[in-house]
């Protein structure tokens, strides 16, 4: 078999053809008309196959049939005019299959659609709720939540701290000197036993009170925290590990919730003491 032939016959099985209609639509071109047992030798179908091919392919109107007393010739319809007609089948097919289609996209879309709608109406926790574990994830939310205060900022400072490297802190301390420039009010609440244990911290308020932030000191706080705007809260948590070190951040961003933490803060702001 040629490469020329190949590709011809090819394109017959891509047109819609199956290989034996392919075959046998080849062979009634090269004459006038084959009976069924001529086809038969020229093609190498069985006898029981032959007869339901030809039967199909004059369904399909790419062959004719004709009875010359007790012989049946078969002769191939002239390939314009069977193409065309195989073309129009086809057509008719994926016409007939589209507007099935089209049809039950509609009932979906009925049926669907306000299944969805009605989703939109429940609020998810994990709209507002993320969980950190990660320390430089953590650092890129407090920088990110830093950079876009832009009224007041209030924070119970204490451990766990994610600013455990020179860079974390270094970057700490930029932003939140930005952040004072930009004339946004920050109170700070600090533990008594906190800077003692922790000498930068007393430095880092010196530093930042030059800028302009509020800082305080109480005997114990209840947890860490941070409020920006009164829209958004975060809460870094101790983990309950053996090496006590690491750290879950809870970042919330919800009004209501930012409000009630605001509440607590005055209320430990106005029993707190001035850092001498």
């Known amino acids: 078999m040629t490469k020329e032939y190949k590709d011809q016959f090819q394109k017959f099985i891509d047109f819609g053809l199956t290989e034996r209609e392919t075959k046998v639509y080849m062979i009634l071109l090269t004459k006038k008309s084959f009976t069924t047992s001529e086809l038969q030798n020229s093609v190498d179908i069985t006898r029981t196959k032959i007869y339901e091919i030809l039967q199909k392919m ?5 062959c004719t049939e004709r009875i010359v007393g007790k012989l049946k010739y078969y002769e191939a319809v002239e390939p314009k005019l069977a193409f065309q007609r195989v073309f129009d089948k086809y057509r ?3 016409q007939s299959e589209c507007d099935k289609r089209k049809k039950l996209k509609e009932e979906l ?17 994990l709209d507002f709720i993320e969980i950190m574990k990660d320390k430089d994830q953590i650092q890129k939310k407090y920088i990110s939540c830093v950079k876009e205060t832009k009224n007041n900022f209030l924070t119970f400072n204490k451990g766990p701290y994610v600013c455990d490297t020179p860079g974390r802190l270094t970057e700490q301390i930029r932003e939140e000197t930005k952040l004072l420039k930009r004339g946004v009010l920050c109170r700070d609440i600090f533990e008594k036993e906190e800077l003692k244990e922790q000498d930068w911290l007393m430095n880092y308020i010196k ?3 030059k800028f302009g ?3 305080r000191i109480t005997g114990k706080l209840p ?3 941070m409020v920006f705007d009164e829209k958004k809260v975060i809460l870094p948590l101790q983990q309950n590990s053996p090496e006590g070190n690491g750290i879950t951040l ?27």
């Not at 004059?58 to 790419?62: L, Q």
């Not at 879309?109 to 926790?125: A, Q, R």
């Not at 809870?250 to 001498?276: M, N, T």
Request: proline fraction near 3%; charge should be positive.
């Open 58 to 62: 004059v369904a399909r109107g790419i």
């Open 92 to 94: 008719d097919e994926c």
């Open 109 to 125: 879309i009925k049926v669907l659609n306000p299944v969805f709608d009605k989703s939109k109406d429940v609020v998810s926790p």
């Open 207 to 209: 530093t930042q009170s």
């Open 213 to 215: 932030q509020q800082s």
């Open 223 to 225: 947890i860490k925290m």
């Open 250 to 276: 809870l970042y919330i961003q919800h009004h209501g919730l930012a409000l009630a933490c605001k509440s607590l803060f005055d209320s430990v702001w106005e029993k707190s003491q001035e850092i001498k």
